[in-house]
């Protein structure tokens, strides 16, 4: 999942060039936009920036500070209860999240809206060769009763926007880029002029939804010498609000595998045990029923995304502590998020999630064979009997490996909320002709994310390498979805817990570090697909068919979407888990006959339905 946080996006620097009476070119736009902006006038070192903020039920500050040479540049904000950082060094890109810990945001888009950044900071486009950029004319456009020439843009190392300059007043007006597989706005108007050079006193960033804009006014501007290097580095960490009971070096948690998923007792604020899923793909959070029951204050309304074409509102809230097993974290901020939705999807009730903000701050073990989780303080940690070391890097508060699909390199998110084995990602797919390539498999409802189900084909799939380990065979999805996490261009796909419960996973994100050692028990339910041909939700009187799959089981035995499952083999559906109704029609031999009970527009019949292994039959 992803939360959305301000970025602000700035105008800066170079030297005037005459207007004159030009073809609307490029180099004709860009040089009209330089004088427009004041030319000479930002002919300084760095430009230092505020702006009071106001957006997603929240109001504070951001404070931009940016080298109008280099492009690098630091941005502090305090938006309610939200503090935090981010930068660009001119190497690397860097976050301070919510909780204080620092990583290298090098993975996935981060670096390359990084660049974008850096680029417009210090208007390389204004440079004779503009920066190194590659530059198409898109003609000019109409919206809005006005006239804009329009620039499609790609810096060295970043991605592709779209600058939209006012023909009349060749003010840049808006910009527009991918973020998260999906089309961000980020408007400037009301201009002033300061010391001579003109930028934007209001600035607006959409998605899209209006509820969710994010809007900064201009309170201050001003022109500064040439910083020191270190301005805009990672600044040094000082995290010191977690421990280990009696200063032992770690702690031991059982946790129960369901869905592939991992779930483990958490005490928040002295209260609970709650039973939250630990997710390499989340963040801390608790859920709107727990955060009531907690007495927490929550404030803000943001777009929560992930899997799936929705998505859901966050707020954000602090907590006391979080203690798991012996090990405790003090004072921490949490993300508040409807996940409890999800209860009937994951037939276990929804608390909450231990996510990035923990893993960052231990050495954290997953063993998946013995269902043992480890917390282990950094200082203590020994790698030498871990396993195969991987390097990882960071998207955002997921992190990604390098890593080959049937030869093919690509970066993958290691997720261990994916219940999933290895799900490519649409343009992924599209990019290497996959599903072309596919020889059997089935077109099916694959997952359900936070912002509801996920489709693709899926296939036994080629062999996956991750460094020296290789998987022959995984079960593969080549996702269809058009939106949402999986059509995310950046990123080639997603490692699930289908991959990771053949290891003991440990994960150290200070080094930025996965060690991966094969398990020496018997791996359970490994490498299985659905053979019923349908998805199944939970419902008050039984299982609620999501989806059924063309062709599949469960069709040619005439079940229909919407049906519910009331009984299984003369068992109440009510008796049964759904996870273990889920496993059986995973497990059971293709062949085996389940008769079940089913209710439609309020008359009850019983079905026969043969299970099948739909990977083996030619794909649609």
């Known amino acids: 999942m992803s939360c959305s946080r301000p970025l602000l ?183 002033e002029t300061i010391d001579g050079a003109r930028m934007p006193g209001k600035v607006r960033i959409s998605n899209g939804d ?58 928040v604020n002295g209260k609970g045990p709650f039973m939250f899923i630990f997710d390499t793909g989340g963040v801390n959070l608790v859920t709107p029923p727990v955060a009531k029951e907690l007495g927490l204050t929550v404030s803000g309304a943001m777009q929560a995304n992930g899997a799936g074409k929705g998505h859901m509102q966050a ?61 282990i303080r950094p200082s203590a940690f020994n790698p030498a009997d871990a396993g195969t070391p991987i390097p990882i890097r960071f998207n955002g508060n997921t992190i990604e490996v390098d890593a080959r699909y049937d030869g093919i390199s690509g970066n993958f998110t290691v997720d261990t909320g994916n219940r999933g084995s290895l799900d490519l990602d649409t343009p992924f797919v599209a990019k290497y002709a996959l599903r072309a390539k596919a020889q059997s498999g089935v077109e099916t409802a694959t997952g359900w994310g936070i912002g509801g189900p996920t489709f693709g084909f899926v296939m036994r799939g080629a062999p996956l390498q991750i460094g020296s380990i290789t998987i022959a065979h995984p079960i593969v999805t080549l996702s269809t979805d058009k939106s949402g996490a999986m059509a995310d261009p950046t990123v080639a796909g997603n490692i699930g817990a289908g991959i990771l419960k053949r290891f003991i996973v440990t994960l150290d994100y200070a080094h930025a570090r996965m060690y991966l050692k094969p398990v020496t028990t018997k791996v359970s339910d490994l490498d299985t697909f659905d053979e019923s041909g349908m998805w199944i939700n939970e419902a008050s009187n039984g299982f609620v068919v999501a989806d059924v799959t063309g062709g599949g089981p469960a069709q040619q035995a005439g079940i229909q979407k919407g049906d519910v499952i009331v009984a299984v083999n003369g068992k109440p559906a009510t008796a049964i888990r759904l996870y273990d109704l889920r496993k059986m029609f995973r497990d059971a031999p293709p062949g085996t006959a389940e008769d079940l009970s089913v209710e439609r527009d309020g008359a009850r019949q019983t079905i026969a339905l043969t299970l099948a292994d739909m990977l083996s039959r030619h794909g649609p």
């Open 9 to 191: 996006i700035l105008i800066a620097a170079a030297t005037a060039l005459p207007l004159a009476a030009q073809a609307a070119t490029p180099a004709a736009i860009l040089a009209a936009n330089q004088q427009a902006m004041g030319g000479a006038a930002w002919d300084h070192a760095a430009l230092k920036t505020q702006y009071a903020y106001s957006g997603e039920g929240l109001t504070g500050k951001t404070e931009e500070i940016d080298d109008l040479k280099t492009g690098a540049f630091v941005e502090h904000y305090a938006l309610g209860p939200a503090k935090g950082a981010d930068g660009y060094d001119g190497h690397h890109a860097w976050a301070q999240d919510l909780s204080g810990t620092v990583t290298l945001q090098d993975g996935g888009e981060q670096k390359a809206l990084a660049v974008n950044q850096a680029y417009r900071a210090a208007n390389r486009w204004w440079q004779p060769d503009f920066g190194g950029a590659s530059i198409e004319d898109q003609g000019e456009r109409s919206q809005d009763a006005k006239l804009y020439d329009v620039l499609k843009i790609t810096p060295k190392g970043g991605a592709s926007f779209t600058a939209w300059f006012d023909a009349k007043s060749h003010l840049l007006t808006r910009i527009i880029e991918l973020r998260d597989g999906r089309p961000t706005t980020t408007s400037y108007s009301d201009y």
């Open 315 to 375: 707020s954000l809230t602090k907590v006391d502590s979080v203690r798991i097993g012996a090990a405790t974290i003090k004072s921490q901020p949490f993300i508040v998020l409807p996940l409890n939705a999800m209860s009937d999807v994951e037939g276990v009730e929804e608390t909450g999630m231990i996510g990035f903000e923990t893993f960052r701050r231990f050495v954290t073990r997953i063993d998946y064979g013995r269902h043992l989780l480890e917390l």
């Open 210 to 267: 209006a509820k969710y804009d994010q809007h900064e006014t201009l309170i201050k501007a001003e022109f500064l010498p040439s910083q020191p290097d270190r301005r805009f580095a990672p600044p040094r960490e000082k995290v010191d609000d977690f421990s280990i009971a009696g200063g032992a070096s770690r702690t031991t948690i059982p946790f129960r595998l369901i869905n592939n998923h991992i779930y483990a007792a958490v005490r």
